[in-house]
């Protein structure tokens, strides 16, 4: 070998890079791969959900985030197109301190955990790293081939974690199966400025239409436009005109500010898919993050469940470096402590595609019915609000919820808001 470690990530995204600083701090040498060239770069918003806020918090990187950097918003308001108010989700509902969601200025979190991996495990982060091919001994995997700055390399690792996205090389190549389903529908994100600094979220649902409109650091506004997947090239070719119209037609007390869109350089296209490995662990190796169980936007949980699938896979591997067992049985408790989870946000993002993203009229008025129930009922307002903020593994709508919701059944209960136990 021409490197040894006792972890090898591949891909440092936003769970790679966060499992290289809990490893680090637990004593455990690691070493993280990042095919990309250096720290990402462009436009994407992002929303830092509490129970994210939460875990940087525990791990000393919250204070850390560049002052100015992020918007706390309490409010968020859902509007039919055209305006009218159907539901409010208030963050304060939440205990405290974390009851507000921060609106981040582009790849802040990110950065900010890159820079804080190269502090504090100097030389452990490796970019224009390219994953090739898995080494093995028998069924054992023991480490990986990889080409850093060109240069072809064998690196051993009792481990080998794929935290390289949701198509991940690692997971083809230990030969997982893993459920690939693409969305119909993907988001173009726009930066906008606004002249009067916006304070709560605005999310404007209507046939087939969706626009969110979210406060941003420095008096700027992410607009989150649904469009058809790979509909960009044609879109852009009718010019921002069309598009600059379409959402004053949407959200038209918010016209003054479309007009500050002007070039699609203030744009970047986000497509959508979700994934579902059969198995996360092998001996040897195990998957994480997005390459075990990419979600849709609509969870707003892609980052958060990476960092937490980072914080409670380091825990893991220390028992395993204590016993020296690294095998598929005892990497699997990190997947029986994360898969649940994980799980109910993928169906829960499901869900919300079926009814906000659809074009039926008669779903429309049932989704439209949904959120004017929850706005006068606490009790489910305050279990979506907690499976949102990344706070609870458990769906928030059972059966009879369900019924609910929709205005079939009374609901004894609507006032009450449940005791909440924290996730451990």
Known sequence: MDITTDVLIVGAGGGGAVL??????????NLVLEQAGGPPQGIRG???????QAL???????DRLPAGASKAVRLFHFRKSGGERLCTIDYEMLPSPFNRAL?????IVHTTVLDHLQQENPNALRFNAKFLSLLRDGKNIIGVQAEIDGVPLQVGARVVVGADGPFSQVREAMGISASLHRYKDSYLVAVLDTAEELHEAQYYVGQQTILGLFPAPGKKVYALYMVSSDSLPSLKAQGVAPLREKWKSIAPDFAPLFDSFVDWNQTAYMGTGRVRAKTWAMDGAVLMGDAAHGMNPHAS???MQAMEDAVILADVLEECQKSQDWSAQALQSFERARRSQVTMLQQLADEEVFFWN???PILSLLRDRVFRTMDCNRRLKYQVLLATAGLSAKSPFGWIDRFQAAGFLPDPQADH?????PLA
């Open 56 to 62: 940087l918090h525990k791990l000393g990187l919250l």
């Open 46 to 52: 992002e929303i830092l959900q509490p129970n994210g």
């Open 358 to 360: 659809t074009g039926n």
């Open 417 to 421: 808001i449940p005791v909440h136990t």
């Open 20 to 29: 290289g600083i809990a490893l680090a701090r637990k004593g455990i040498a």
């Open 301 to 303: 949980q892609g980052r």
């Open 103 to 107: 609106v981040m200025w582009p790849n």
